[in-house]
């Protein structure tokens, strides 16, 4: 068997080279969640290998990696949340709850999952109490625990409710000199900030509105605090909204209680907030700045507003997007992530002293950076060939400390990028994923894929995200058994822009992206390697939904797709992110989106699709893989299913991953041979 392993053969004039199984494209070592300590030399991430997670961390001057824990299943149990006590290190092991209270447990362990902190010391773990969101004080750590904030006290390793109040409470942030605690109590329509002066044991809502306040932070003497403020928006989802009533950044003096506008974006574009992928989304700085991200120019920007003065200035002039922020431990400078200069990676930059420093660049991707507070700088980054690892950057140089090993890089093909243009004229890119030693003559199957989110953009290389690092391993594995992949970076995503990201008619308001679905499929059957009769497609969540548009509207085109976890009807997963959402009240948007949904045209389905679906989902409900399932077969066309009991949106368990992908593969091999 294994020397058949190490051959190719070519069926029908499909070339399928078989060096490497589905198991070792995505064999690789995922890291994530890196953090550094504040003035120590020391940082830490955590490192899913094939499902078993575990937290890692290297000490200056080597920067050897070290694993700190020694867990040993694919449970399905997350790690995340890292935080540094001295040299030790806190960390959250589990998934929050769904709505009915329900912990995630895909591993079906008999004795049922929960969200916990843990201390890992000397690389021994010892867990200390359910909750999440921890955060030091001295020798006390408060936490989030059932929407309530308590403290576990590490002298008598007891965990107490600090106090009560009413709403949801996060975002803790601890004022420097320790004496008071920020938190958000959202409630629902509106959101507070929050004061729990640790002195007088109170607390107070220093300037409560309708609004929604969110990311609160510190002024360097502790004695202001801004917060980012954003009208309640009861507009519906998954439609355009280029502008909406402005969002602002509100500043208030902790001593008198007065507070004032700060800054309050412009009308009209960029009016409507649109966030980092960081933890915060205001920075303040040692010379008493804020900077923070605003789309005044059509592009995800960092501006900077003094607190004594309220006008914004642009930090990060031109056409590419922010999406990665840190800030130093002395405030002095932030490190960030874009596509600057280059609209397929991410690399990154650095703004100091009112400049920009471009700090890696070429053909690697680079993300999620951080500083130790030594001079030190570190970053998670990947390539088009090797899977994300933690890296050092040094003056022009970027060294692993921590890499996937014995990963068949050699197996991989690098993507093209490709541009074409849809019927309405929207330009979109794609990555053209080519098998090797594909003769000029030859004719293949291929494939369209489509990421979710749709808030997402692909990468010439490993994403930075879980979800489509499995993705991008997929479609490197299916080039590699012959197949064209052709990875479309659709209207309504990221990395492009905002009038790009919010497409005049995309999703539930007139799925103006179904353009680019035929777009892409065109683009493949003209392309001189491929059979014409033999393209299918494939997609997770929003990439599901596309799916199922394509096979139900241009059966024609598409011969067969793999849906994973897509969605069926607009209506219900509006009500799933708006449980206040009726249908009834909004009866011309309800048809629109119903329009715009697989659901309108079940009656022109033909192709065949397989089905893909965790039970748990929480983002797509497994409803709609329920009602599919259904309406197809009252159309009698032919699907199969794939359903995992208890697994969530994005799989926890790395095995569902290789199931989900090989049932995928096996379909595309029977219905495109």
Known sequence: MKALLNVFFICSGFLIFAQKGLDDFLSYSFPSHLTAADHMGKIAWVVNEKGIRNVYSAQAPAYKAVKETQYSLDDGIEISQLLFYGSDLIFVRGSAPNREGEFPNPYLDVQGTDQAIFLSSNKRVQKLTEGSGPLLRGEVMCFINKGQIYEY????????????????????????????????????????????????????????????????????????????????????????????????????????????TLWQADEGKGSAFYGLSSGQQLFWMLNNEIIFPWEKEGWLHLYAVSTKEGKAKLLTPGNFEIQYVSQSPDRSFLLFSSNRGDLNRQHIGQWKDSKITQITKGKGIEWSPVSDGLGNNFALGSSGLEPAAVKRLEQGKINNIFSSEDYPSSDLTLPEAVIFSAADGVKIHGQLFLPKGLKTDQKNPALLFFHGGSRRQMLLGFHHRDYYHYAYAMNQYLASKGYLVLSVNYRSGTGYGLKF??????????????????????????????????????????????????????????????????????????????????????????????????????????????????????????????????????????YEQLVFPDEVHGFLLHRSWIDAYKATVDFFDRMLE
């Open 153 to 260: 006290d590490f002298t008598d390793k007891l965990a107490r409710q600090l106090f009560t109040t009413r709403g949801q409470i996060g975002s803790l942030r601890l004022s420097p000199d320790e004496n008071k605690l920020a938190f958000i109590s959202n409630r629902g329509d509106h959101a507070f900030l929050g004061i729990y002066d640790f002195n007088d044991q109170s607390i107070t809502y220093p300037d409560p509105t309708v609004d929604i306040d969110s990311d609160p932070v510190w002024s360097p003497e502790s004695n202001q605090i801004a917060v980012l403020r954003r009208p309640y928006d009861p507009r519906l989802m998954f439609i355009s909204k280029l502008a909406a009533q402005p969002f602002s950044i509100r500043l208030i003096n902790i001593e008198d209680g007065e507070s004032k």
């Open 501 to 638: 990201r919010e497409a005049l008619n995309y999703g539930a308001g007139g799925n103006s992206e179904f353009n680019d679905v035929l777009a892409a499929g065109l683009f493949l059957q003209n392309h001189p390697n491929v059979e014409v009769t033999k393209i299918g497609l494939w997609g997770g969540s929003y990439g599901g939904y596309l799916t199922a548009m394509g096979l139900a509207r241009a059966s024609d085109m598409f011969a067969a797709g793999v849906d994973i976890h897509g969605v069926m009807n607009w209506n219900v997963i509006i009500k799933n992110f708006m449980p206040s959402y009726e249908a009834l009240e909004h009866l011309d948007f309800a048809k629109l989106a119903y329009d715009s949904s697989p659901i309108a045209y079940m009656d022109t389905w033909r192709s065949p699709v397989l089905l893909i679906h965790g039970d748990d989902d929480r983002n797509v409900p497994f409803s709609e893989s329920v009602d599919k399932i259904k309406a197809l077969r009252e159309e009698k066309v032919y």
